[in-house]
């Protein structure tokens, strides 16, 4: 199993960023798949999870209205689409995957700053 995020960057306060999770080595559209995220000095922090097909969605309440999640089981991929953000929200973005035992990807850096 592999996850491979990219999308990564540095954006303003009230920007958008779009950031996507490849994976591969597992059906991938037999799996929920989460966003993680976690801020120097803090814990890693659950964003969000789509369900295999991608009918259900679930956020927390920090970024509900503002982040999507997405995908797209043809090409093996999720997104996320975030929208409003804050700086607080700088932050390491991990997606995961459970097949037996959790998967992580490496992350990617999002900088919300001005």
């Known amino acids: 199993v592999q996850l491979v995020e990219s999308g990564g960057g540095l954006v303003q306060p009230g920007g958008s960023l779009r950031l996507s999770c490849a994976g591969s080595?597992?059906?991938?559209?037999?799996?929920?798949m989460s966003w993680y995220r976690q801020a120097p000095g803090k814990e890693r922090e659950w964003v969000g999870r789509i369900g295999s097909s991608g009918s259900s969605t679930y956020y927390a309440d920090s970024v509900k209205g503002r982040f999507t999640i997405s995908r797209d089981n043809a090409k093996n991929i999720i997104d996320l689409q975030m929208n409003s953000l804050k700086p607080e929200e700088t932050a390491q973005y991990y997606c995961?995957?459970?097949?037996?035992?959790?998967?992580w990807g490496q992350g990617t850096q999002v900088t919300v700053s001005s």
């Open positions: 995961k995957t459970r097949v037996r035992v959790d998967y």
């Open positions: 080595g597992f059906s991938f559209s037999m799996y929920g």
